[in-house]
């Protein structure tokens, strides 16, 4: 979730170098990302940002882009990048579609870390669904689909417990990492279903309540609760799960604080049926998440007072399907960064960024059809959205009136509203975008 904002559609589109509008600044490629579908983001001590694309790693340093793709100097062993994690000073493990690769920030130089007993050495390494570095122990722990590995932070291998390849069952044996508040390591089995600690001697999985009582994820997952995106950032602990049974439209977050040792676990019922499908969720700071839902908007959820509220607002415009469940956010002291698949946002964090103006929102939700808020813009004093299953409105900033654009022509085909997908401006023509084609909306005769 991350976040989901649909402005960078106007920089995408028309500019070529970063344009701030309403305190949000975009960067694409037009500014030098090497890639606009970000995957992950971490910042250094030295206050380099680094930024993962499905096209090469990048490093920002507030000016300017320096593009790294795979090549025999860095070793990384793809260009499609899934996770950064910060080792030190001089070192970052990367995390690729073809395996792991060690870092170093200042020479851009790389070491691929493989398997000990690979038959190919030099060639093999680990395809890792996630990474966790444990710095008191100076150890990176490696969460892949058929074990988990916990490597000295020059690459050796340590430990590992894998999983029986003769279990039928599917998935990805360690597919989040996360820490207790003992700093003992955990990790989510998606194969065994479930929160477990690895005891490496005995090669057994011990459950997560066996050592953290007070936080009872294990009972979730035991009543048929799937998990839709977890994280485990400045020592917070955030679960988003939602019930299998489709009907029953509930949606469970649960969080844990390591520094406090306080856990909350909250539900949400079906008056947040269409807006509220919890997928992630990330800090913005110690008392407030944001969380990304499949449908609708992003929700800020209040640890403090446990209540949440919209965070889709103006001027802030948000697109929550298909980018806001694959967003992610990194927050530090002077801003909120957020990596899209339509680039990269920097946003200032200050506490009057989320402002709600819901007419909009709630003019379009009186239907009771599914909606998924797509694209926005704004053109001639209006801001415009287009919605998956309910089409495209406008709404006029200075006077608050609200335009359907469907509901005033009636020679609009339905399946257009069904589909609507995207808007772009075209001079001073809009024009709105589906899987049945373009079609150029005359504003003037609304």
Not at 97 to 104: A, I, W, Y
Not at 252 to 268: C, E, H, W
Request: charged share 20%; proline share 3%.
């Amino acid at each position: 979730m991350g976040i989901f904002i649909s402005l960078i559609l106007l920089f995408v589109y028309q500019h070529t170098t970063a344009q701030a509008f309403d305190n949000i600044i975009s960067f694409t490629t037009q500014n030098g990302l090497s890639n606009n579908s970000i995957t992950c983001l971490e910042k250094d001590e030295d206050g380099f940002l680094w930024i993962g694309t499905h096209e090469g790693l990048n490093q920002y340093d507030g000016t300017e882009f320096v593009n790294v793709l795979s090549n025999a100097k860095n070793n990384l062993p793809s260009n499609i990048i899934n996770k950064i994690c910060y080792i030190n000073k001089t070192t970052l493990a990367i995390s690729t579609q073809g395996g792991l690769c060690f870092l170093n920030t200042k020479t851009l130089e790389g070491q691929k870390a493989g398997p000990p007993d690979s038959k190919t050495p030099g060639q093999s390494t680990y395809l890792a669904w996630d990474i966790l570095y444990d710095k008191k122990k100076k150890e990176l722990w490696v969460g892949t689909a058929d074990g988990l590995y916990v490597l000295s932070d020059e690459g050796k291998l340590k430990r590992k417990i894998e999983a029986d390849k003769t279990d039928p069952a599917r998935g990805v044996f360690a597919l989040y990492l996360f820490k207790d508040k003992f700093d003992n390591i955990f990790f989510f089995s998606q194969k065994r279903y479930g929160f477990f600690y690895a005891d490496f001697d005995k090669k057994e999985l011990l459950p997560l309540e066996s050592k953290l009582p007070d936080f009872p994820l294990n009972e979730l997952t035991g009543n048929k609760y799937n998990l839709r995106g977890a994280s485990f950032i400045d020592n917070k602990i955030i679960c988003c799960f939602s019930n299998t049974d489709v009907a029953n439209k509930k949606s469970i977050l649960a969080f844990y604080d390591n520094v406090k040792g306080r856990g909350v676990t909250d539900s949400f019922s079906t008056k947040f049926t269409n807006a509220l499908f919890l997928f992630n969720s990330f800090p913005l700071s110690d008392s407030v998440l944001l969380v990304n839902s499949y449908f609708g908007e992003p929700y800020l959820y209040n640890l403090n007072t446990l209540q949440i509220k919209s965070a889709a607002s103006h001027p802030l415009w948000f697109t929550s399907w298909p980018d806001g469940i694959y967003a992610k956010l990194l927050a530090d002291k002077k801003n909120i960064w957020v990596a899209t698949s339509k680039g990269l946002l920097q946003i200032p964090q200050y506490q009057d960024i989320f402002k709600t103006n819901p007419l909009l929102v709630d003019y379009i939700n009186s239907n009771n059809s599914l909606v998924s808020y797509n694209y926005g813009i704004y053109h001639e004093g209006k801001l415009w959205l287009s919605c998956l299953g309910r089409g495209a409105f406008s709404l006029d900033t200075s006077t608050n009136e609200i335009q359907d654009v469907f509901g005033k022509n009636s020679e609009a085909k339905f399946h257009r509203k069904v589909i609507s997908k995207e808007l772009m401006k075209a001079g001073n023509s809009l024009w709105l975008f589906s899987m049945y084609g373009p079609a150029q909306i005359n504003t003037a005769n609304l």
